[in-house]
Each structure stands twice: as C-alpha cells, then as structure tokens.
C-alpha cells in the first residue's frame, strides 16, 4: 500500500492566486481528513468527509478554503484567494472506522508571498 | 470539541536517560491515541487507549490512560537519537473526530 498521497509537496504562490492541494487515501478508507499545521496553532481539523460526504467543516477558516471529494480516492482543498497567513503544512488522512489511528500523508508546505 | 493539553512543551533528553510527557483535559475522555512526528514529516500513529487505567508498552515506550480518563502519559527509557520528535496526544470524539493537543517536543542530547 502507497499510503495517503498528497500533492504537491511545496507550493509557493503569490498572494490572491488560487492555490490547490490534493490527496489520495488509502483505499478502502472510509474517512478522510484535512488538517492544517502552524507553529502558533498546531495541528488543526479543517473538514472531514466519510464515504465522500462532507461531516463537519467547522474548522474551515473562512470562505475563502473550499473542499470537495469526487470520490472515494481523490480529495482537493482548494484555497482562493490565498493569502500569506495561509502558509502552513497542510496534511490529508485517512481512516477505516472503527479502526486504530490516522495514516496521514506527507503534507503540502504552501507559502503565500 | 475537547481540549487536551500536553506538558511539558519542550524536553531536553541526556542519550540513556528516561522521561516522561502527559496529557491532560479537564473534561473525560472517551480515548486517547498518541502520535509521533520526526522533524520536516507527518504524524505516525503510535497506539491508542480506550480503558480507565490501560497500560500498554511498545518497546522501551510506556502509555498509560489515567483511572479517570482524563489523562495520559507517555514514558521513554533510555532515550537514543532516534526519538527526536514532537509527540503529540489527541482526543477521538464521536463521529472519528480527532483533536491534538499542542505536543511535546522532544531533542536528545548525545
């Protein structure tokens, strides 16, 4: 198994350009998750989804971040427009309820100038 | 959802010795899992705790789920380079929600 799959791993782009990030979970996964890591707020829930259907997106800051999931190996969180406070690492995980733990995926390292 | 808070922020190990961070929340928690993060990489799952007063060991890590639950602790012995990292503890609430706490950083001194 490949793991979950995010895409790209660093992103630079000027502020008010739209920015997309991409994950592919484990197969078979039945939740996916988007988290985003900052030195000053830590690792924080964006939205998750279960069987492609957004649960809880009480986590997005703003209108601005908007994500979907087509279907259950694919996932993009997009931002638009971007702005330099929106530099962070963005994870994606996956899980199979009911079982152990979060299988994250390697991140994307987005720096808005 | 449920705070969780971690202490202490940062630990600076001697190679050989031992130590300890803990969790905290002042409300029950329904489980803990713990996660380790390298430097420049991403949570990996450790283990998680589901009963009062559960103690589990991987190797030379040691987690315990308090008689309470409300809070955890993860203890290291004889600590090598190669547990350099941020260990973070998150709270499972229902509906598979996962919230961290802030970690607790830990650099070891060869």
């Known amino acids: 198994d490949a793991g979950v799959i995010q895409s790209p791993r660093h992103e630079v782009t000027e502020m008010g350009q739209e920015v997309t990030l991409r994950c592919k979970p484990i197969?078979?996964?039945?939740?996916l998750f988007w988290y985003r890591q900052t030195m000053m707020r830590g690792l924080e829930l964006l939205i998750y989804?279960?069987?492609?259907?957004?649960?809880?997106d009480s986590g997005m800051p703003e209108d601005r971040f908007s994500a979907k999931m087509p279907n259950a190996s694919f996932s993009t969180l997009k931002i638009q427009p971007s702005e330099p406070r929106d530099s962070a690492v963005y994870f994606c995980?996956?899980?199979?309820?009911?079982?152990?733990?979060?299988?994250f995926g390697s991140g994307t390292r987005l720096t808005v100038v | 959802g449920q705070q969780v808070m971690q202490i202490p922020q940062y630990q600076h190990v001697q190679e050989g010795e031992d130590f300890t961070t803990y969790c905290n929340s002042s409300t029950t928690l329904s489980n803990i899992q713990w996660y380790k993060q390298r430097p420049g990489g991403h949570p990996v799952f450790l283990i998680q705790l589901v009963k009062s007063g559960e103690v589990k060991k991987q190797k030379r890590l040691t987690f315990q789920f308090g008689e309470a639950k409300k809070n955890s602790s993860l203890h290291i012995t004889a600590t090598q380079t190669t547990d350099v990292g941020t260990y973070f503890c998150a709270n499972k609430a229902a509906g598979n929600k996962l919230t961290f706490g802030g970690g607790t950083r830990v650099l070891v001194k060869p």
């Open positions: 197969s078979g996964h039945d939740y």
């Open positions: 995980a996956s899980s199979l309820f009911p079982s152990y733990g979060y299988t």
């Open positions: 989804f279960n069987n492609n259907v957004p649960i809880d």
